[in-house]
């Protein structure tokens, strides 16, 4: 991590949650992701959904994933 980065970081740190969640989107939004970033993403939810079929991680229903993400939403308000 170059110095620059290293003392952006150290700055987008100290923003509430909120801003960087914000800043991380908007960054993704400009951004071009590389290859290796998105096969370790790939990779991520390939072993996500192996848990799921051995039954190490449970399946949540899509409606109650919904409603979760709503509440937590209402949490931060």
Known sequence: MSIAVAHLLAEALLLPSESQTELVEALLEHSEPSRDFLDHQLGIVMQRMQNVRDGTS????????HNRVLESLKLRA
């Open 58 to 65: 449970p399946l949540i229903a899509a409606e109650d994933a």
